[in-house]
C-alpha cells in the first residue's frame, strides 16, 4: 500500500493492522453536513455512542477513584458489564460491516483494499469496528488516492476529517494500545527462551 503524503506520515504514528470496515461515497447533503454522522444501522450508532460516552467518562472514573474507592470499584465493575455487552453488539454488527481486513491506520486516516475505485477528492464515510474490543467509530473522510492494484482491487488512501477531539482520542488510544500489543508479540515471537 502507499502512503497518504509525507507530511501525514511525519504528523501521526501509523500501524498496520486487521479491523472491519466500510467505505462508501457520501451524497452531496451529507458531505456539507456540519452534524455528527449517522449510519443507517440504529445499531452500530448505539455501539459508537457507547464507546465515546466510556471514553468521555473515564477521566470522571479516575477521579472518582481518589475519594471513593468502593464506588469507584463498583463502577468499574458495571463498567465492564457494559463492555461485555457491546462485545455481543459488534459480533452481530461483524456480519454487517464485514470480516477484518488488512489496513494501515492513524489518527489521520486510513489505507486499505476496495473492490471498487473511488475517485480522489470523494467524500466518504468510513465505518470502522476496531478489534478485538469491537470499538464502533463512524468518521467522514476525503479519498487522497485510489491506485489499480496487479492483483485486483483499488489501493484507497483516506484522511479522516471533521472529527471530534473524542473521537481522535479514542483512535489514538487505540492505536496505542495496538502499538504496544505487536511491539509485545514480536518480542514474545523473538525470545528465544519462551
Known sequence: MTTLDEEDRREYYRIADRI??????????????????????????LLSELHLSDFEAQHLLRQLSDKDRTLAAFLRAQNKRLDLLSAVVAQTLLGEVGQPQPVVISEG???????????????????????????????????????????????????????????RQLLARYILQRQQQQRREQLEHNDPAS
Do not use: W, Y
Open 20 to 45: 472491519a470496515l466500510q467505505l462508501s461515497p457520501l451524497s452531496a447533503a451529507q458531505a456539507l453536513e456540519a452534524d455528527v454522522l449517522q449510519d443507517e444501522s440504529p445499531l452500530f450508532n
Open 109 to 167: 486516516g486510513i489505507e486499505c483494499v476496495q473492490a471498487t475505485p473511488v475517485p480522489p477528492g470523494t467524500r466518504v464515510k468510513v465505518k470502522l469496528v476496531l478489534m478485538p474490543r469491537a470499538h464502533g467509530l463512524l468518521l467522514r473522510g476525503k479519498v487522497t488516492h485510489c491506485d489499480p492494484r496487479s492483483q485486483g482491487g483499488f489501493d484507497i488512501g483516506t484522511e479522516f476529517t471533521d472529527m471530534t477531539d473524542a473521537q
